[in-house]
């Protein structure tokens, strides 16, 4: 049972350049979480998921897409990178959005945009 | 709207000491409240959590928290702190109602450093 897995674990990306961070989670959850974490601000919620299909912005969604065919898969899209888009990107997952749950964590990708 | 504070960017105490990382919550409807921590270069691991009933929870590590609803509060607390034990830690909150329903919301994190 690998939990949350996220790949890339580092990337450096040029300014306009897309990319997907890949997330997985082998625990039969429903929901699926995108946050990003920038120093000293806590965690932001970027897109969120209820189950395959289904999708919703976060706080911060701008610049980010999001799908989620499966419920096993949660790719995160960064379409024309920008250096504002430098931060460390966590995928999380629940069994429900019920708000007791506890979420589950992925290691993290950090992206840095030049 | 959801909120967390965490007033404090950094606590440090001796190793053998207690420690306590403060934590206050805005919340419209009821809180679940939840701590996690994050060592250096990994993600978030679940402490504890508090839903309803009993206003101490006991969590992993040794760690406790106490929910005073009156001051909105839910500190983290150790009786005596470990070296291992220094790592950033978040205060989470959501709520049992609202268009929010189920969303974490997070503090900013405090770190903790305990020196030998």
């Known amino acids: 049972n690998a939990g949350v897995t996220q790949t890339p674990k580092f990337r450096i990306l040029k300014i306009g350049q897309s990319m997907t961070l890949q997330c997985t989670q082998d625990?039969?959850?429903?929901?699926m979480y995108w946050y990003r974490q920038d120093p000293g601000m806590g965690l932001k919620l970027i897109y969120y998921s209820v189950g395959a299909g289904i999708t919703d912005k976060g706080e911060v969604p701008n610049g980010y897409n999001v799908s989620r065919s499966t419920t096993e898969d949660f790719p995160l899209r960064l379409e024309l990178a920008a250096p504002s888009q430098t931060s460390v990107y966590f995928c999380a997952s629940s069994t429900t959005g019920r708000g007791f749950y506890e979420q589950y964590f992925g290691p993290g990708t950090r992206l840095t945009v030049t | 709207a959801q909120s967390v504070a965490q007033p404090e960017d950094q606590v440090n105490v001796a190793e053998g000491n207690p420690l306590t990382v403060k934590c206050t919550y805005s919340?419209?409807?009821?809180?679940?409240l939840f701590w996690y921590v994050q060592y250096p270069n990994r993600g978030l691991q679940f402490l504890l959590k508090y839903i309803t009933g009993d206003n101490l929870v006991k969590g992993s590590y040794g760690f406790e928290a106490e929910f005073n609803k009156s001051q909105t509060s839910f500190h983290l607390k150790k009786p005596s702190a470990l070296v291992s034990d220094s790592a950033l830690y978040f205060c989470?909150?959501?709520?049992?109602?609202?268009?929010?329903?189920?969303?974490?919301?997070f503090g900013r994190g405090t770190q903790l450093t305990v020196w030998p």
């Open positions: 989470a909150v959501s709520s049992d109602r609202g268009s929010t329903l189920g969303r974490l919301y």
């Open positions: 919340v419209s409807g009821n809180p679940y």
């Open positions: 625990m039969n959850h429903n929901y």
